[in-house]
Structures are given as C-alpha cells and as structure tokens.
C-alpha cells in the first residue's frame, strides 16, 4: 500500500503541474516550459496510467482527441463530427491498410488506387463555415463533436479569406484545415509559449481577437466538412479548387498510386521534414476518388480512406527500476515496466507497457534490466529487448502474480472459442463491483469523453471521490454531495457549479451511448449501437435481467457468441442490474432513432454466397443506409434471403421451409431503385 500511495502522489503531482502549466499556457498564453518538457510531462502521465489501472484523472491527455471547449466561448457542434485517423508505422501497416480497402470493396489484389498525399502539420484543426461565400462561422475542433465559436480570432489570419467571389465556389461549404505557426515566426514567441503548436492553440484561445492578430499565425486548408451538392470526383482536384478560391494548400501535396512508391516517397520526405518552414509528425493518405470515399464510409471514429503514416519511430535504452501491475475495467491485468526517464524523440519516457506475462516470458524481461525502449507516435512506449550483457548476477526471473493485486482474488486467462486457445491475458475472476480497481475504471469509464463526458469529472477526480467514499457505483454520480466536495483542496464554489452543470447536462443522452457507458466487456461504441438499434426503446433494454432470451441477439449482425456471452455474464450479477435500474432513475435517454426514409424500411435481410462486383460488408451498408435490417441467421423475422455464387444450401433450403423470399443480387437492385 505504501508503494501504491507513492505512485499515486507522483502520479496526482504530475497531473498538478500539467494543469498548472495549461492554466498558464490557456487562459494567459504563456509558457513557463519547454516544448519537450512539457510533452515529456503529458506522455509521463499516461504512461503512469497504462502501468497503473488505478490511476485517472479528468485533465489527462488520454481524455481528450483534442482540448476540450474552454468555457471561454460559446460552443458550438460540428455538422460532421472532426475525427481523428488510424495510424500507420510501416509497409506492414500500409499493406493491410489497402488490402482491407480492396475487400471492403470487393476488389482484385491488383487493383490500383490513386492516394491524395499529403503532409500532417502539427497545429490546430479549425473548420471555417462559408454561406453565399461569406466566412460565417469559424470553429476550433475541441472534441471532435463540439468545438469552440472563435471566428473572430480566425478572421485575423490572413491566409483565411473572409468573401469568397469565385463564381464556382459552393453556396454552402466547411472548409477545415490546421492552423499554425512557422518555426522562425515562432523564434520571437518562444518566451510565451511552450512550443509552435502551443503558441497556435494559444492565440486562438485569446479572449480579445485584437490580441490574436499579433501573432503570425497560419492556415493551410485541406479538406471539408459539410458540403451541399459536392460534384468534385477527387479529393486532389478539391484541393486545386481550393488553392483558386483564395486558400493556401501545401506545396507538398502530390498524388501516388503503388505501395513501394508511397513508402519511397514517405522516406524522402522524413528526410526533409526539418528543412520545413513548419513541423509535420506524418504524411495522410487518402483515397483519391470521392465515390469510393463514400462507399467505404468510416469504421468507429475514423474513415476506413484515409490513414497517417507516422514517421519512424524512436528508440532509447533504460533500465527497469519496477514491475508493476494495472487492473483495467474488465479485470485485465497490465504489466508496466517502471524505468529510469530517458529522453525519446523529443518525450521523456519514465514508463514502458511490456503487454502481458506471455510477452515478458518471451523476452525474459525482469526487474534491473537495461532494455531498449521505443516509442512511434503515439504509440505508448513499449519494451522491444533485453541487453543480457548489461544483467547482474543476482537477476531473478520475473514471476506474475496469481492474485488480483486490487482485491485478491485469482486470476485467470480465458479460453478462446473461436481461437481454440487461452487468451495472452489474464483476468481478475471476481465479479460486479467487488474488486476496487476494476470498479474504480468502471466509473472512468462511465464519465469518459465517449461515454457520458462529465466536464470536471475526470480520473483524477474519480479517484479523490473514492477515497473520499463519495462514490461507489455510476449512480453515486447523480447523489453527491456539493457541500462536501466543495471543502475539498482545489475546489470552489464555481469549480462545483461547473460539475454540477456537467452532471446535469450529461443526463440527456442516447440508448446507444447509455450502453456503451455500462462499461460491459466485448460491448464497445459499435456493438452498442448495433444493440440499440435492435432494442430501440430504452423500457426494452430495461427488461433484459439473467431470465432474458439473450439469443434473440443472435439475429444481430455483428453481435456473435462473445457478445451474448457478457451480455449474460453482465446481466446475472444483481448489483449490474441496479445499477442500471437506478441509472434509468437519473437520466433522461433517448430512444434509438432508426432511418424511417429509406427504401427499405421495414424489412430484414440475410446474404449468403458470393455477390457479383461487390463486398458483403459493402451491401451492408447499403441496405442499412436504406433502413433495411441485417440479420445474422435465418428465423421467421427475416424477409429476405439474398443470394450470391455458391450459396449455403442449409440457409436457402431453411428459409424455403419458413416460407422466407429467396432473391438474387438483380432483384436487390431493383428493390433500391
């Protein structure tokens, strides 16, 4: 315990004077800190979280895709929500990137795509909103949901026009692009902020624009948001457009096709990236054609077309001081290497994820070793070796824990049906909210920005809450108790208006995020929306107790054994049940609202065979964009059974015998048309 306690004081230390230093860098732009400084104290933080499943905190940077709207603007949601990218590192990466592309699509291994290349400038994303050609509104990203109303601050960057003329330029458009500062420009601003990127942020977040328009910042654009009647084919021809309307593109912008030209071009350009007026961490790549941009669509948070390639990752070497071990939310036990801080690129690094206890088995990592550490992007820094030269004598081979080092209890790995092997994991076995860790990150969870995003309720908050016995479960949220919070260190009579604001806003929410929320294993933001759109109400999700026919989940497509499995698990424990029953007497959620337009509505589908020009998972999605239903076996709920080339025999002669229309790919296409 006395070990834990240090941790948590180094850890809520190092939360103290990141806030300290946001403070300073927000609300005044000033920077007492260097950029490295400053960036090796936030990656310190979350590596201090990944190693220790105990530890969270409401300002971490893990909470947030962007910084979330400062109380200092109005705010504002994005007609189409800024997302972020997947990452890619190497040729491996790029590859599989493609070949999920190709299948989605439904393509020949060799097919070609033209990608719209282009660099990923550090900066700030602003989106600029034009009606008739005149600059309306301008928006930070904030949290890539709801930003910040800061059009007057963007309106002092020249690089932004404010009347567009040009007799091809759209009636209604969001244009988005970075906001940034050039490194020489920057030399003059380097007392007051901690580094370009900050210093961009910064400015923008001036209260008085009149401020903003001192300092040289930039804009380069590259994309859209919304866009009415968009008739561009590529994405490359959208930029030369924007290039003629008045807008500033990079000149580093190109078109490639081939994979080994990608990665040739991607080498050259981290060659150069220094040389650069401004700094880049990557290159983008997307799909060209906009037509397959849209029929790929986007998976979770990020277009399935679009990707960063990262540039190389850096590597240093430490020595392990400490093994230590997190409990997650589901019970998954973390192994985290606590080593001596070494700077990597640009980072100081003081913690290192070694995955699991197959992973340190492998590499026979143990405690005093000097191991080579690296980190890529945004990759949490990980163990890649031992330097067995450097290993004392005295070393002893590392042996993971039994017992559940929150609660006790044993632990576990589970067996993988579909694998036919134990999973590399291993588990804390106890149940509901009786292991204190797996509870405490449950209610992280439970007011994460994904989740119910309680402004002012963050990790570390949750944590000062527990220790406080002001919460216990995610209903405890909706009873505290603002006279006690408010004798607490650090907290004020607006510091509790402002939680008590963000509870009572957070109540308004959707089925699908409420079941997210719940934090059940296996069940993450799109299997939650796959289940509120079979249940639609939310008096249907609150019937489902241990006595509930799970298998009618069975008819979901995209919800398997695993998924009804924990579903089952979740539900046969009596405190989840009240849990939820007491939630449904706080919030206000709202049922699911199905797509009623389309030309489908009503009916259910099922495929099965191989179909002609087109993937599985494409038609999909055109039957669901149509409001059609996908099933995932033949029952009497099912409409239709599409068939391709060699279909199941089983399926079609099930679906003859409950009378269920049998239609082949034609008949598909004349019921869309």
């Not at 970075?178 to 007051?192: A, H, M, P, Q, T």
């Not at 401020?211 to 590259?222: H, R």
């Not at 294993?521 to 109400?537: P, T, V, Y």
């Not at 539900?571 to 939820?580: D, H, Y």
Request: glycine residues 6%; contains cysteine; positive net charge.
């Amino acid at each position: 315990m006395e070990e834990k306690s240090l941790i948590k004081k180094e850890y809520v230390n190092k939360i103290k004077t990141l806030k300290k230093h946001n403070e300073i860098y927000f609300s005044k732009n000033k920077s007492t800190i260097t950029d490295k400084e400053y960036d090796e104290l936030k990656f310190s933080i979350l590596e201090l979280e990944k190693k220790y499943n105990f530890l969270d905190h409401k300002d971490s940077p893990s909470k947030n895709v962007g910084f979330k709207p400062s109380k200092n603007f109005l705010k504002k949601r994005h007609k189409v929500p800024m997302l972020s990218l997947s990452n890619i590192f190497d040729k491996d990466d790029l590859i599989n990137f493609e070949k999920k592309i190709k299948n989605f699509l439904k393509l020949e291994t060799k097919a070609l795509f033209e990608y719209s290349v282009e660099p990923k400038i550090d900066g700030i994303s602003a989106s600029l909103t034009y009606q008739n050609g005149k600059l309306v509104t301008g928006l930070s990203r904030g949290d890539g949901n709801e930003g910040e109303v800061i059009t007057e601050n963007l309106k002092t960057i020249k690089d932004i026009p404010h009347l567009i003329k040009s007799k091809n330029f759209p009636n209604h458009i969001e244009i988005r692009g970075e906001v940034y500062i050039k490194k020489n420009d920057f030399e003059i601003l380097k007392d007051k902020f901690a580094n370009p990127r900050n210093a961009a942020s910064g400015s923008l977040r001036q209260k008085d624009s009149t401020e903003t328009k001192k300092i040289p910042l930039k804009f380069i654009a590259y994309t859209f948001g919304l866009f009415e009647n968009n008739k561009f084919k590529k994405q490359s021809d959208f930029l030369t457009s924007l290039k003629n309307w008045g807008f500033k593109t990079s000149n580093h912008n190109s078109v490639i096709s081939r994979i080994d030209d990608l990665i040739d071009n991607h080498q050259n350009f981290e060659k150069k990236r220094f040389q650069l007026e401004y700094d880049v961490d990557g290159l983008v790549y997307k799909i060209n054609d906009f037509e397959l941009q849209n029929r790929l669509g986007f998976v979770g948070n990020a277009p399935r077309w679009a990707a960063a390639h990262k540039f190389s990752a850096a590597y240093s070497f430490s020595k392990i001081l400490n093994i230590e071990i997190q409990v997650g939310r589901t019970g998954a036990l973390t192994p985290v290497a606590k080593v001596d801080p070494v700077n990597i690129g640009g980072v100081v690094v003081s913690n290192a994820t070694l995955h699991n206890e197959d992973e340190i088995n492998k590499k026979d990592i143990r405690i005093g070793d000097v191991v080579k550490i690296e980190r890529a992007g945004d990759v949490i820094p990980h163990v890649i070796s031992v330097d067995l030269s450097k290993r004392g004598s005295k070393s002893i081979k590392y042996k993971f824990p039994n017992k559940c080092p929150s609660c006790g209890s044993s632990v576990e790995k589970e067996f993988n049906n579909l694998t036919k092997k134990f999973d590399a994991v291993k588990r804390c076995s106890s149940e509901g909210f009786t292991c204190e860790k797996i509870s405490i990150e449950k209610i992280k969870h439970f007011v994460s920005k994904d989740a119910l995003n309680i402004d002012g309720l963050g990790k570390k908050v949750v944590e000062k809450f527990w220790e406080n016995d002001f919460i216990r479960y995610p209903q405890d949220i909706f009873r505290l108790d603002f006279k006690k919070i408010e004798k607490l260190d650090g907290w004020g009579p607006q510091s509790v208006a402002n939680l008590k604001y963000s509870i009572e806003k957070s109540k308004d929410l959707s089925l699908n995020k409420f079941i997210f929320a719940l934090g059940i294993r296996h069940i993450g933001q799109e299997n939650a929306k796959l289940l509120s759109k079979h249940l639609i109400k939310k008096e249907n999700f609150a019937k489902i107790d241990k006595n509930y026919d799970f298998d009618k989940f069975a008819n979901i497509d995209g919800i398997g054994e695993t998924q009804i499995t924990s579903l089952k698990k979740f539900f046969s424990i009596k405190e989840n049940l009240k849990v939820v029953k007491d939630l449904f007497g706080y919030l206000r959620i709202e049922n699911e609202k199905n797509n009623v337009s389309g030309k489908l509505k009503n009916l259910s589908f099922l495929i099965t065979g191989k179909l002609n020009n087109v993937s599985r998972a494409e038609a999909k999605s055109v039957i669901e964009k149509n409001s059609g239903k996908i099933l995932s076996s033949i029952n009497k709920n099912l409409n239709y059974l599409i068939i391709g080339e060699k279909p199941t025999s089983k399926k079609v002669n099930q679906a003859r015998e409950l009378g269920i229309k049998i239609i082949d790919q034609k008949e598909l296409d004349q019921l869309l048309s």
